[in-house]
């Protein structure tokens, strides 16, 4: 690791000095990467629920280094946490090179050596990912193999461990192989048809050695499957308008500490309907899940080690206050409906005026199981309904307009309901039924100065409670100006309230950004929430704070 | 550790216009709106400049910047014959958003999805929206992160510059 660490920046510093050299490339390959610092110095504020920071100063920064040469690609990522941001796991304290790969493609083949990316079908059986702001990173350290033997075929199989924070679950091996045949490409007669059509079918398998865990009866250990594997079969078909997308995946005894130690088989359905053309859309999607958290270890109750990945349906958000109460999947039982229309009223019509007006509709439904219990640990656990709905999780309903109003003006109008269920977050309460308008207003003054207002409101009947120190309860508002100049730089203002049933929380904010070409700087101080962020351009994750944050990214 | 953030910064400021040479990554799977894979290598324009921009659904500045591209790009195409191909970084979550959004919006773009991001890894987007020109030869000339109104103008006037070279 020393020797690596030496290397990056002698390679960065021969780049700097030799512009001309790099022009033509190291050894006729090219040195691309990324570059991310974030940091904080935070203030402890119990009314906001941030906590003290004895470091003062908190930093996470990586930096990903690829080396492109034709076919042949290598990379490795450097990262360091001194100490890790409000809201990352304290386990990421450290630094080194935690990731890197070396790869091989063409036309046939490609193949993957060392940290490898990968999903099958929808993700439900497998799905290594990273999500750099929520701290996840369940990359495969192992070999990864894609064959494209015929125009339409591709073939995958993977072996690996899996990464958690800076270490790898060298016990838990996973292995994988898919298929996926686009019917189209191999039937000659199908070439040109309307009707499209790619079929998929993966299997998972998942090795860990044997260890000791109790029975509820006295005296006796379970018997835990060593090997636990998952099967998925998937289709897409496209006709005209019409597109219909399918999955089901059935995963085997697996007793982990996140089901109890049942022993009930997983399993998972997901469809989608989709009907399109220009100007107008409509999708509906329905799903079901069963007791299919799948991970590389029985006993890791944390975010990590998630071999597969079950998506939520309800739309992703985007304005804070509809972002509030966002809907987190539980794998271990749902049923969900979602469906969205976007509609673009025409030009020159009465409603649509002179730029036309988008209209967009989204609603989803997410429910429990109904569950019939048999036992605990060592059992089957509880038998399930197919098409009996249980306890309602989320609902979520959002109406949005927008209309361009000149050739300078742009605005925005949203409104939405959403019922939550607390026990989606793991703990008993009353649902909270929220209502939420908001305005967004864009006005470009001329090419260089542009401005944006965002008002948001939000209405709800919960009341904030000292005892269970949810600070997201009361009635909510917020104002937000940004100003854009030059194109480069931003100057953001916003502050978000608890004006009633709340904990009076202000979290006021002051931002400040310059962007250039693949360079971005932004300096921020004030309240934070947990959330979603979009301001000046770009959408992230932050966590919560009180004090001051920068941010610096770069690609070249 | 001192000479690394050292070189981080030198990197920072010297940037961009190293890498000017490295061109598209060729063997990188995408998926087309009918659900086939697609290889990064049918990202072609005969010769003409290609815009590739990384979105997604959820991203407000990266719909404002497709939705105002839109009403632009038949002017773009006939004066510089420029092809924009937008590529959805969506994941399992909202990946299959993408067409309804793709057609609700109206979008004329050629739009491919990057679910598992390994295109998005191998061009070194961080956030959305991040866009490149790729010039006549494949090889990318200029980038941008993030998106404000006003931004379209730099970045129609780097693709009359790359078409004009071309057209040498």
Redesign the interface.
């Known amino acids: 690791m020393t020797n690596i660490r030496k290397t990056i920046p002698v390679l960065a510093l021969m780049m700097l000095a030799t512009p001309a050299a790099m022009a033509q490339g190291i050894m006729g390959g090219h040195v691309t990467g990324n570059i991310q610092i974030d940091g904080q110095i935070s203030h402890a504020d119990s009314l906001i629920g941030a906590s003290d920071v004895p470091e003062r100063l908190l930093t996470n920064s990586r930096a990903d280094i690829l080396y492109t040469n034709g076919n042949f690609s290598a990379g490795l990522r450097f990262e360091t946490y001194l100490n890790p941001m409000l809201g990352f796991n304290a386990r990421y304290q450290g630094m080194g090179v935690p990731n890197f790969f070396a790869s091989y493609q063409n036309d046939l083949i490609s193949v993957t050596a060392g940290n490898f990316y990968e999903q099958f079908g929808s993700g439900m059986i497998l799905r290594a990912y990273e999500d750099r702001y929520l701290g996840l990173d369940n990359s495969l350290r192992g070999l990864n193999v894609a064959l494209r033997p015929f125009p339409g075929v591709t073939i995958k199989a993977l072996t690996g461990v899996q990464r958690i924070y800076w270490n790898y679950n060298t016990q838990g091996l996973v292995r994988g192989v898919d298929g996926e045949v686009n019917l189209n490409s191999i039937i000659t007669p199908m070439a040109e048809s309307k009707f499209r059509m790619t079929l998929g079918a993966g299997f998972v398998s998942k090795y860990e050695p044997d260890e000791f865990i109790s029975s509820p009866e006295p005296g006796y250990k379970l018997n835990l499957p060593l090997n636990v594997g998952a099967g998925a079969v998937r289709m897409d078909m496209n006709y005209g308008n019409w597109s219909l997308q399918a999955e089901y995946a059935h995963k085997g005894q697996d007793p982990s500490v996140m089901n109890n130690y049942i022993y009930r088989e997983g399993e998972a359905l997901m469809l989608n309907a989709v009907y399109s053309m220009k100007g107008f859309s409509a999708n509906l999607q329905a799903k079901r899940v069963d007791n299919m958290c799948f991970k590389s270890a029985r006993n890791e109750s944390g975010e990590m080690l998630y071999i597969n990945y079950i998506p939520a349906i309800t739309k992703q958000h985007t304005y804070a206050f509809l972002n509030m109460y966002p809907y987190a999947t539980q794998t271990t039982g749902e049923m969900g409906l979602q469906g969205d229309v976007m509609y673009k009223i025409k030009k020159g019509t009465l409603l649509g005026g002179k730029y036309g007006t988008d209209i967009h509709i989204n609603g989803a439904v997410i429910t429990g199981l109904d569950t019939t219990t048999i036992g605990g640990a060592g059992t089957d656990g509880y038998t399930s309904s197919w098409f009996k709905t249980g306890d309602l999780y989320y609902t979520d309903l959002s109406i949005e307009v927008a209309k361009k109003l000149s050739s300078a003006l742009k605005l925005t109008c949203t409104y939405g309901y959403q019922i939550f269920n607390p026990i989606v977050e793991g703990h008993h309460g009353d649902l909270h039924h929220n209502h939420v308008a908001v305005a967004d207003l864009t006005w470009k003054i001329n090419k260089k100065n542009v401005l944006r207002f965002e008002a948001e409101w939000m209405g709800s009947d919960s009341k904030y409670n000292p005892d269970v120190d949810d600070k997201r309860c009361g009635d909510w508002i917020m104002g937000l100006v940004e100003y854009n100049f030059s194109s480069a730089w931003f100057i953001s203002l916003s502050d978000q309230y608890s004006y009633h049933d709340g904990n009076k929380a202000n979290y006021y904010n002051v931002s400040l950004g310059y962007n250039h070409g693949a360079t971005r700087l932004q300096l921020g101080y004030g309240k934070q929430r947990e959330g979603l962020l979009c301001i000046g351009g770009v959408c992230r994750q932050v966590p919560a704070s009180n004090g001051l944050t920068f941010s610096l990214t770069t690609s070249f | 550790?001192k000479?690394?953030f050292?070189?981080?910064i030198?990197?920072?400021l010297?940037?961009?216009?190293?890498?000017?040479?490295?061109?598209l990554?060729?063997?990188?799977?995408l998926k087309a709106l009918?659900?086939?894979?697609v290889?990064t290598?049918a990202i072609q324009n005969d010769g003409k400049p290609i815009i590739v921009n990384f979105w997604a659904?959820?991203?407000?500045?990266c719909n404002?910047e497709l939705n105002t591209i839109k009403e632009l790009y038949p002017e773009w195409q006939e004066e510089t014959g420029v092809k924009i191909v937008a590529i959805s970084i969506d994941?399992?979550?909202?990946?299959?958003?993408v067409?309804?959004?793709v057609?609700?919006?109206?979008w004329e773009y050629e739009v491919y999805i990057d679910?598992?991001?390994?295109f998005k890894?191998?061009?070194?987007?961080?956030?959305?929206?991040?866009t490149f020109v790729i010039n006549g030869k494949g090889e990318i000339v200029?980038?941008?992160?993030?998106?404000?109104?006003?931004?379209e103008?730099?970045l129609i006037e780097v693709v009359r510059k790359v078409a004009a070279e071309s057209e040498k």
């Open positions: 550790m000479r690394f050292l070189s981080v030198c990197l920072t010297g940037g961009i216009a190293l890498a000017q040479n490295a061109t990554p060729q063997n990188i799977t009918d659900g086939s894979s290889q290598s659904t959820w991203c407000k500045p404002r994941d399992a979550r909202s990946a299959s958003r067409k309804p959004h057609d609700g919006n109206g679910q598992n991001q390994d890894r191998a061009m070194n987007v961080v956030n959305p929206p991040h200029w980038q941008h992160a993030s998106y404000v109104e006003g931004d103008e730099e």
